[in-house]
């Protein structure tokens, strides 16, 4: 495969926690295209990249010349045209986590110049409510969204409700809080649920988010009152999170958003 292919360099890797990190990357020789906050675009490495230490033996390749490309939501804000920003978790028995775990910084990869998805704001009411819900690393196109429309103290309300296992794993979690002090409109609710794992005692919510919809939690910490009329809700991350809150909220009068029929559900699988 020709270096060419490699057409971006890893200018930042920053270690949130064990097999997860913030990759920031920058574009060599060409220019980042417009997109849209919550798009996704590609990341890739050739089969002959190192893989992590960390990781699990893998299947043989059968080309390893070739290209592994998988897709990643952008996290970083579209505005931002020095680099792209990812938020990724290793997958340790995968094909192009473990060797992107293993770059270092100046080492180059493949970025895709094209960025695709429907998962933005666009199809939401300028005056409607943002409720984002998201597991481990489904919070990306939400700091996407946040960083680049979320304007403080306006009439409409953000709110990220945030899960993962451990404290550890929150990532964002300094940003998301400043945030939340400087911008009286958006609320932040992070979630874990290995309590019992914790160094120090956890003093915040812990549970599935669907469980924390249950106990309204949201109603609790952001005093919105959230319905299909003044909502809209995201939902990114666990499949079984997803499913599980769809079907709460199909109860409540939600309906899935689609080019079809617009909604008030917008989802994105992550596995």
């Not at 997958?91 to 293993?102: D, M, Q």
Request: charged residues 20%; contains cysteine; aromatic residues 10%.
């Amino acid at each position: 495969m020709s270096e060419l292919s490699l057409n971006a360099i890893v200018s930042q890797k920053i270690e949130v926690s064990p097999g997860l990190i913030i990759l920031r990357v920058v574009p060599e020789g060409w220019a980042l295209p417009d997109y849209k906050a919550g798009q996704f675009t590609v990341l890739g490495l050739p089969g002959t990249a190192p893989r992590h230490h960390f990781s699990d033996d893998e299947i043989p390749l059968k080309d390893k010349d070739k290209l592994i490309r998988r897709a990643y939501s952008v996290s970083s804000a579209s505005v931002n045209k020095e680099y792209i920003e990812f938020y990724i978790t290793m997958v340790r028995s995968g094909a192009l986590t473990p060797r992107i775990f293993a770059l270092e910084t100046g080492d180059k990869i493949f970025l895709s110049q094209k960025f695709s998805g429907v998962f933005t704001l666009e199809m939401t009411e300028p005056e409607s409510n943002i409720v984002m819900l998201g597991t481990g690393t489904g919070l990306a196109p939400y700091m996407s969204m946040l960083r680049e429309n979320l304007p403080c103290n306006a009439n409409r309300k953000y709110v990220i409700v945030h899960g993962a296992y451990h404290s550890w794993d929150l990532g964002y979690r300094s940003e998301l809080n400043t945030i939340a002090n400087v911008c009286s409109n958006f609320t932040y609710i992070p979630a874990i649920t290995s309590p019992q794992r914790e160094h120090i005692t956890w003093g915040g919510e812990t549970g599935y988010i669907q469980d924390l919809w249950k106990r309204k939690i949201i109603q609790t910490k952001s005093g919105l009152e959230p319905t299909p009329e003044n909502t809209h809700i995201f939902l990114c991350g666990n499949p079984n999170m997803i499913d599980s809150m769809v079907e709460l909220l199909e109860e409540e009068g939600y309906t899935e958003h689609s080019k079809k029929a617009p909604g008030q559900i917008h989802l994105e699988r992550y596995w």
